[in-house]
């Protein structure tokens, strides 16, 4: 059972940054590609970002490439979301979310989730 808690969140003004950070326990970190999701305000959770086990591959949603960055320290257990230029649509919960399918952007196939942190972006 792992269990993942997200920090980081708050409110920016658009234009701004905020780093997201994730901590991994009760697991194998490492055994785990690890994605983050987002769920704004009257929509479906969505995919934002995954990095693959070992760090070696990233994969973004459009809206987000060349603004978001996802890094992971295995040995600190932790997986991180560098969000740069921030737009008031980026506005949502943000979720943390493991997986033991090598790469992938399904939901149903992330098996642990954060409980989630507010990220909200003012214009």
């Known amino acids: 059972q792992v269990q993942l808690v997200e920090s980081g969140g708050g409110l920016v003004q658009a234009g701004g940054s905020l780093r997201l950070s994730c901590a991994a326990s009760g697991g194998t970190f490492s055994a785990y590609s690890m994605g983050w999701f987002r769920r704004a305000p009257g929509t479906e959770r969505e995919f934002v970002a995954l990095?693959?086990?070992?760090?070696?591959?990233?994969t973004y949603t459009d809206s987000v490439k060349g603004r978001f960055t996802i890094s992971r320290d295995n040995a600190k257990n932790t997986v991180s979301l560098q969000m740069n230029s921030l737009k008031p649509e980026d506005t949502a919960v943000y979720y943390c979310?493991?997986?033991?399918?090598?790469?992938?952007?399904?939901?149903?196939?992330?098996?642990?989730w954060g409980q989630g942190t507010q990220v909200t972006v003012s214009s």
């Open positions: 990095i693959t086990r070992s760090g070696g591959s990233t």
């Open positions: 979310a493991a997986t033991l399918s090598y790469s992938t952007t399904v939901e149903s196939q992330f098996a642990y």
